[in-house]
């Protein structure tokens, strides 16, 4: 089902920056256990956001991990390293093919602190069998790639939907 839902998605590849974890290769950093399985996490992959996300305020310490492309096409995992029943989809959103207005990020980003050319967006993606994929693109993650740090900021321009269908 997500194969065919994400397919409306632009299809580029997450930015290289992102560092999220992968399957597979030699044993590396720290075994977590994740909704997809156990994983090798290094400590350069880490992302802290210092005040969690919406609902999970406690939760602070996440990684990104690269899903299978045939099944989850552009979709993304970022995982609580603290709760591993915690995850959410997440679709980084390809600066080429942006969903926001480039000013409304930079903007975000200087709200936030963040350098723009070291911002990375993750859009939370909700996938449900009777309704298909939405994006909330109201209240995107924004990951300085350099500091592994982010924070779910709500998006003050425009009038970006928490249910977007693409």
Not at 69 to 77: E, I, K
Not at 80 to 86: A, C, K
């Amino acid at each position: 089902m997500l194969a065919e839902i994400s397919r409306r998605l632009p299809a580029s590849p997450p930015p290289s920056n992102l560092r999220f974890a992968r399957s597979g290769g030699e044993p590396a950093g720290k075994l977590h256990q994740t909704r997809v399985g156990p994983r090798w996490i290094e400590s350069a992959q880490t992302i802290d956001m210092p005040v969690g996300l919406a609902g999970f305020p406690a939760l602070r310490s996440f990684v990104g991990i690269q899903l299978d492309r045939v099944r989850f096409g552009p979709l993304q995992l970022l995982q609580s390293l603290e709760d591993p029943r915690v995850a959410f989809l997440v679709f980084p959103d390809p600066p080429g093919e942006s969903l926001y207005a480039r000013d409304h990020v930079a903007n975000a980003c200087a709200d936030e602190g963040f350098a723009l050319a070291d911002t990375a967006v993750l859009i939370i993606a909700n996938a449900r069998a009777e309704s298909g994929i939405t994006l909330n693109l109201r209240a995107p993650i924004l990951l300085e790639t350099r500091a592994r740090s982010a924070v779910q900021h709500i998006m003050a321009e425009g009038e970006y939907p928490i249910r977007y269908v693409p």
